[in-house]
């Protein structure tokens, strides 16, 4: 477990120096190429508190010995990221941290106007993220009712095929029940006409013997 823990402080070591390349970048660079730096700076930044949740959730399951140990590195770890968040909003705003210190005392008059801006900052990047959050949820949604729709259409399909082999079977049965109904009809015209027939032949007979009887009497 310890070993697992030392190997996402890796991973926090190599993100957080990612980090400050790109903050560095961010403050000597302009339009999209600066917009590119910060956009790898925000996805690093959501790397690493992703990295720093996982670390918690493996530290609250270490022994009570190494426990406060890495706990307390989880804490430091997220105090030195808070700072290099306040490190790329300033140079986001192309505030130069090294000016300021040299400037000593001028700087204070306007701190508490750039500590303003650097919260509106803050809100507003909260809000962008909340937004993108929000629009891939939609489209996750979105997916997801393409494919019940599409689900649906093929349920549909399989339906309407079912449908029309009972129609074709139901013809087909029609056409059965009209040609046994007709060999029926022919099988009873065929028995009255050999029952005529037979009542003619027999009434001949009877006639013959009745004239020969009478023709030697």
Known sequence: MASLIESYEQQYSNLTADITYNIS??????????????RQVDKLFDEVSELLEQMELEVKDLPSRDKQKYQTRVKSYKTELGKLQTDTRRAKLGIDSS????????????????KRLLDNTDALDRTSRRLDHGYRIALETEEMGAQVLQDLSGQRQTIQRSRNRLEEMNSGLGKSSRVLSGMMRRIIQNRLMLVIICAILLLVIGLAIYFIVKRNS
Not at 99 to 114: M, V
Request: net charge negative; proline share 0%; no cysteine.
């Open 99 to 114: 000016r300021d210190e040299l400037l000593g005392d001028d700087t204070h008059e306007s701190e508490d106007q750039r």
């Open 25 to 38: 970048k961010i403050s000597n660079t302009h339009g999209a190429e600066k917009q590119k730096y910060i």
